[in-house]
């Protein structure tokens, strides 16, 4: 079987930093992805990881640690426009077929 | 601007009917993917494609079935629609080599209402 967890809710004000966690159980594992989808949008990609440690892209970051099947994204600044579900995506195998986690609803507060 | 389109945006059916739900994409994108999402829930993969005449079963059983015989045309038909189709269908693509460095670009997505 496969399984993804991340928690489903996190609060955060302006201007402060979250972490977003996520953990996996997948029969493959090539690398960990993210993606955030405001409500009633699409999911747009925002990171990758295909080996441990830490990527950093702008105001987010995420981080891999594959001996623990653990993955975070860091979201500093917050702004409202950060209001939003963040997804974890597992990449099964070569072929690029990814399972995504249930998503955790970041809401921002001002 | 979005590089891969999803028609219609907004479907409200009857139980029985056949549909189809069209997603394009101007990228020259190889691989192809549909994922079922509920509100507020994980997508679910149901059907992927990695080229011309190549489509396969994803994870989530479905009854709708897919064709490719375009590299940028990925329909998914649904051949008797019940009220258990009712959900968010979202079309997505990807580079060869690059789901994983870029991504997934998704549509805006199909929602379906079956009553």
């Known amino acids: 079987g496969q399984s993804l967890e991340q928690p489903s809710e996190v609060t955060a004000v302006e201007g402060a930093i979250v972490q977003i966690n996520c953990t996996y159980q997948?029969?493959?594992?090539?690398?960990l992805s993210w993606y955030q989808q405001h409500d009633g949008g699409a999911p747009t990609f925002l990171s990758y990881?295909?080996?441990?440690g830490l990527e950093e892209t702008g105001r987010f970051s995420s981080f891999l640690s594959r001996s623990d099947s653990y993955g975070y994204l860091l979201l500093q600044e917050l702004q409202m426009k950060d209001s939003a579900s963040y997804f974890c995506?597992?990449?099964?195998?070569?072929?690029?077929?990814?399972?995504f986690g249930p998503g955790t609803r970041l809401s921002v507060l001002p | 601007e979005a590089d891969i389109y999803q028609t219609p945006r907004y479907l409200v059916i009857g139980t029985g009917k056949k549909i189809t739900l069209e997603c394009s994409q101007t990228?020259?994108?190889?691989?192809m993917y549909w994922y079922q999402q509920d509100p507020g829930m994980e997508l679910h993969l149901i059907h992927y494609s990695y080229g011309v005449n190549s489509t396969e079963k994803g994870d989530l059983s479905s009854e709708s079935t897919v064709s490719r015989i375009r590299t940028e045309h990925f329909p998914l038909t649904l051949e008797s629609a019940r009220p258990s189709h009712t959900s968010q269908y979202l079309c997505?693509?990807?580079?060869?080599?690059?789901?994983?460095?870029?991504?997934?670009?998704f549509g805006s997505g199909t929602r379906l209402t079956v009553v």
């Open positions: 990228m020259g994108h190889d691989k």
């Open positions: 997948t029969s493959g594992f090539y690398g």
């Open positions: 997505a693509s990807s580079a060869s080599q690059g789901a994983g460095q870029d991504g997934y670009t």
């Open positions: 995506a597992v990449r099964k195998n070569y072929g690029q077929n990814f399972v």
């Open positions: 990881n295909g080996l441990d």
